[in-house]
């Protein structure tokens, strides 16, 4: 169903994505960036913390390993530039772990427990673009709210991104 060309694709755009939402998060002082504007999350920094949680629980997951995620509104970093260096690490971890795959594994079933305990599976192909279709969405949350300081936010859309990687 999915094809790994296509995800690698994907992961190297949310890649792209972020590094623009995290430079545009710069240009603001920290009481607009920690300022509640009604997001689910609140604040853009709360959010782009859940952001990283849920990379970390999904890759987690996908490694097999317990990176430490108890709660969806987990504060990872309490100031942008450490969350923008492990946005940007998490990032390599994405693209790399998509690029090991086998296009088998892609359809493999990945069996996982969520926060709350329950045990599920979900092929693996399907994980990870749930896991960037996610970050797509909470983007788009802060995208938001960049606009409320006011700011004109970067374009994000996927197609900006291939265009621009030719």
């Not at 992961?11 to 623009?20: D, G, I, K, P, S």
């Not at 920290?30 to 009604?38: F, L």
């Not at 990870?128 to 949350?141: D, E, K, L, S």
Request: glycine share 6%; with cysteine.
């Amino acid at each position: 169903m999915t094809k790994p060309e296509h995800l690698r694709t994907l992961a190297r755009y949310n890649h792209w994505a972020n590094q623009r939402l995290y430079a545009a998060c710069r240009a603001l002082d920290d009481d607009a960036y920690r300022a509640d504007r009604g997001a689910f999350f609140g604040s853009i920094h709360r959010t782009l913390n859940h952001i990283l949680v849920g990379d970390r629980a999904w890759l987690g997951r996908l490694e097999g390993v317990d990176r430490g995620i108890r709660s969806l509104d987990q504060i990872l970093y309490d100031d942008l530039p450490s969350l923008a260096d492990a946005r940007a690490q998490e990032d390599a971890r994405i693209i790399a772990f998509v690029d090991r795959l086998d296009p088998e594994q892609f359809e493999a079933p990945l069996v996982y427990r969520t926060i709350a305990g329950e045990t599920q599976e979900t092929p693996i192909g399907l994980v990870v673009t749930h896991m960037i279709n996610h970050a797509t969405h909470h983007r788009g949350q802060v995208h938001c709210m960049l606009s409320q300081v006011p700011m004109d936010p970067p374009p994000l859309d996927l197609i900006y991104f291939l265009r621009e990687i030719g």
